[in-house]
């Protein structure tokens, strides 16, 4: 008896028996699992547990990361429902793209008073109970595309936006900054349409623009749509209308593989970048600093920029047109 307990204090003692590891659950929660964009989200979220768990291993501490979303991107009820769910397992902290600025306000407040640490990534919440907003300047975005927009049409034409969703913020800020320079840079461009709103799926997109298109394609010079699935679906829809290929001049928001290929092949201008990749990496490494009682800052901007045919293949933006998703997602 002696021998053992001898024995077990010296493994205590060297370290090489400790109490059970700590794990911080960090729940992951896009407004939707499908696009690319949650994907680099995702991937940076793994991206960043790596680190983390190579950092945290001496203290016993390892961060797994639980991925869950809504299954449509118009779903707020189901999204709070997600949250709620992650609340009752007790999680340690939430990275939350909240899919409306009102609606996930009570559940994020409720997380934080159970005194779990919510880090918002990508679109803004009408709250202050978050620890921290990790997103892109999306108004800024939306000025890039409108600025490119009016050079490539020589300041004058017929221009169509089409919107995401009601209630998206990220989106709605882009749609703001997009319509503010126009209005003031380019007072000869005439907004034919700005009241539109794609939908949540590339297939509602689709159909919206095919709309559009049919109403307006006989006049309509320039096009900015404000998310991927927005500007994939009216990708889609010009191809369709033989408006493609310069036709009409078409800026997005977003990289994909739609439109990252329709960039190669001429249909788009160009599109406005963000890293959805730093949003995942910079959320959980945020959320953690906050579990852990560290002070973290109440904004972090992870970049904006935009992408032509001449600027494509430099390394910076060729990884941000395609992330190492590969590299992280199993």
């Given at each position: 008896?002696?021998?053992?307990?001898?024995?077990?204090?010296?493994?205590?003692?060297?370290?090489?028996?400790?109490?059970?590891?700590?794990?911080?659950?960090?729940?992951?929660?896009?407004?939707?699992?499908?696009?690319?964009?949650?994907?680099?989200?995702?991937?940076?979220?793994?991206?960043?547990?790596?680190?983390?768990?190579?950092?945290?291993?001496?203290?016993?501490?390892?961060?797994?990361?639980?991925?869950?979303?809504?299954?449509?991107?118009?779903?707020?009820?189901?999204?709070?429902?997600?949250?709620?769910?992650?609340?009752?397992?007790?999680?340690?902290?939430?990275?939350?793209?909240?899919?409306?600025?009102?609606?996930?306000?009570?559940?994020?407040?409720?997380?934080?008073?159970?005194?779990?640490?919510?880090?918002?990534?990508?679109?803004?919440l009408e709250s202050k109970a978050q620890s921290s907003f990790v997103a892109t300047d999306n108004t800024e975005g939306?000025?890039?595309?409108?600025?490119?927009?009016?050079?490539?049409?020589?300041?004058?034409?017929?221009?169509?936006?089409?919107?995401?969703?009601?209630?998206?913020?990220?989106?709605?800020?882009?749609?703001?900054?997009?319509?503010?320079?126009?209005?003031?840079?380019?007072?000869?461009?005439?907004?034919?349409?700005?009241?539109?709103?794609?939908?949540?799926?590339?297939?509602?997109?689709?159909?919206?623009?095919?709309?559009?298109?049919?109403?307006?394609?006989?006049?309509?010079?320039?096009?900015?749509?404000?998310?991927?699935?927005?500007?994939?679906?009216?990708?889609?829809?010009?191809?369709?209308?033989?408006?493609?290929?310069?036709?009409?001049?078409?800026?997005?928001?977003?990289?994909?593989?739609t439109l990252n290929a329709g960039l190669k092949a001429g249909d788009l201008v160009g599109f406005v970048v963000q890293?959805?990749?730093?949003?995942?990496?910079?959320?959980?490494?945020?959320?953690?600093?906050?579990?852990?009682?560290?002070?973290?800052?109440?904004?972090?901007?992870?970049?904006?920029?935009?992408?032509?045919?001449?600027?494509?293949?430099?390394?910076?933006?060729?990884?941000?047109?395609?992330?190492?998703?590969?590299?992280?997602?199993?």
């Amino acid at each position: 008896m002696k021998k053992i307990f001898f024995t077990l204090c010296l493994l205590a003692s060297t370290g090489l028996m400790r109490a059970a590891d700590t794990v911080y659950q960090i729940a992951v929660i896009p407004k939707g699992t499908t696009h690319e964009f949650w994907k680099s989200i995702n991937a940076g979220a793994e991206k960043a547990a790596l680190e983390l768990n190579e950092q945290l291993k001496p203290q016993g501490i390892t961060v797994k990361i639980i991925w869950k979303g809504p299954l449509r991107e118009d779903d707020r009820d189901q999204q709070i429902s997600v949250v709620q769910n992650f609340i009752g397992r007790k999680v340690n902290g939430i990275v939350l793209a909240p899919l409306d600025k009102k609606a996930l306000v009570g559940a994020v407040e409720e997380a934080v008073a159970a005194k779990i640490p919510v880090v918002v990534v990508d679109s803004g919440l009408e709250s202050k109970a978050q620890s921290s907003f990790v997103a892109t300047d999306n108004t800024e975005g939306g000025r890039i595309a409108a600025r490119n927009l009016g050079r490539v049409l020589g300041g004058k034409g017929n221009v169509i936006l089409l919107r995401y969703q009601v209630g998206s913020a990220s989106t709605e800020e882009r749609e703001t900054g997009f319509l503010e320079v126009m209005k003031k840079d380019f007072p000869a461009i005439k907004l034919i349409s700005t009241d539109q709103h794609a939908g949540a799926t590339r297939d509602s997109a689709k159909r919206v623009s095919e709309n559009l298109l049919s109403r307006y394609g006989k006049e309509v010079n320039g096009i900015f749509a404000s998310n991927e699935s927005a500007a994939s679906g009216m990708l889609l829809a010009l191809r369709d209308a033989g408006l493609a290929g310069g036709k009409v001049k078409f800026v997005a928001f977003d990289a994909g593989e739609t439109l990252n290929a329709g960039l190669k092949a001429g249909d788009l201008v160009g599109f406005v970048v963000q890293n959805p990749m730093a949003m995942g990496y910079l959320g959980v490494k945020t959320v953690v600093a906050a579990i852990r009682g560290e002070k973290v800052a109440a904004t972090i901007d992870t970049g904006v920029g935009f992408v032509t045919k001449d600027n494509m293949n430099e390394p910076a933006i060729a990884e941000l047109m395609n992330p190492p998703l590969a590299k992280y997602l199993k």
